[in-house]
């Protein structure tokens, strides 16, 4: 498996002063997911919790719907110059069930950590319909339980810590407890590592439950919510257009601006007493 951080030399200058010394930064290496052998996709993500990416990646594309649709996720044996095997192509075995996505040059995409998903041949090739909506999900959630969930998740970011560089996703329940984080150079892939877990775990469809992402909420973010089932999805930055739009088709809680005791509600108010 590969480092999640590794060790670089920098140059610190404070006013007229200059130093150099060694600094912990974040990896970012790419991901090559295959379907039974057959080049997929390739993202930009920092290693660790790439089966659980792949699962949340198939699950959210709408390739899969839980995880009996995949018989087998392995490492390939992709070497380095060394030698040595990279751990950076996955290839995943699908049940034979399941009907494989038609790859072809508008279906094969490269995803990169700042952008998500990019190529799509049209804005309606990504409004899938997810086969766990979260329109008739009746949680309801306290405003100030909303409010403690981003102290919860800094908290459980142990790489940001050491690097700073690193967004992060986080699962709770409508009480406030945390069910699992997960953190990624790109925004999207903590989404998908942390559906992928609960895929992994048989928890779909994820009633009850609120996602919480760093950054900003985009419209791909709102998209994997709604794929999974995830009735509220909050961000402590701005949402998109976009993301906003499908908040209100889905049935999506959208929560923005999630700072301290004051949110912005832009879909679907209701859930939020």
Excluded at 59 to 65: A, K, M, N
Excluded at 167 to 193: I, M, P, Q, S, Y
Excluded at 219 to 246: H, N, R, T, Y
């Amino acid at each position: 498996m590969g480092r999640v951080t590794t060790r670089t030399p920098v140059t610190r200058i404070s006013g007229t002063r200059q130093s150099t010394r060694p600094d912990t930064v974040v990896v970012e290496e790419p991901l090559e997911i295959r379907l039974n052998g057959t080049p997929l996709v390739v993202t930009m993500r920092t290693p660790g919790s790439d089966i659980e990416l792949a699962q949340g990646f198939l699950l959210t594309e709408g390739i899969i719907s839980d995880r009996s649709d995949i018989v087998s996720v392995r490492y390939c044996n992709s070497v380095d110059e060394h030698g040595v095997n990279t751990y950076n192509v996955l290839d995943v075995d699908l049940a034979a069930s399941v009907t494989p996505p038609d790859i072809n040059i508008e279906r094969n995409f490269y995803t990169t950590s700042s952008c998500g998903v990019c190529g799509k041949a049209s804005l309606e090739a990504i409004r899938q319909r997810t086969r766990h909506s979260p329109a008739d999900d009746v949680v309801r959630i306290p405003a100030a339980t909303i409010a403690e969930l981003p102290d919860a998740l800094r908290s459980a970011q142990r790489v940001f810590e050491t690097t700073g560089g690193l967004h992060a996703a986080g699962l709770f329940t409508a009480t406030g407890e945390l069910l699992a984080t997960r953190e990624d150079v790109g925004r999207h892939n903590a989404v998908d590592k942390l559906i992928g877990w609960a895929t992994e775990q048989s928890r779909l469809p994820l009633r009850g439950t609120v996602l919480l992402v760093s950054g900003r909420a985009s419209f791909e973010l709102a998209q994997k919510a709604v794929m999974a089932g995830i009735p509220v999805l909050a961000a402590v930055s701005a949402p998109s257009s976009l993301a906003i739009d499908l908040a209100h088709d889905a049935g999506l809680t959208l929560i923005g601006f999630l700072r301290g005791t004051t949110m912005n509600v832009y879909a679907n108010p209701d859930r939020i007493t």
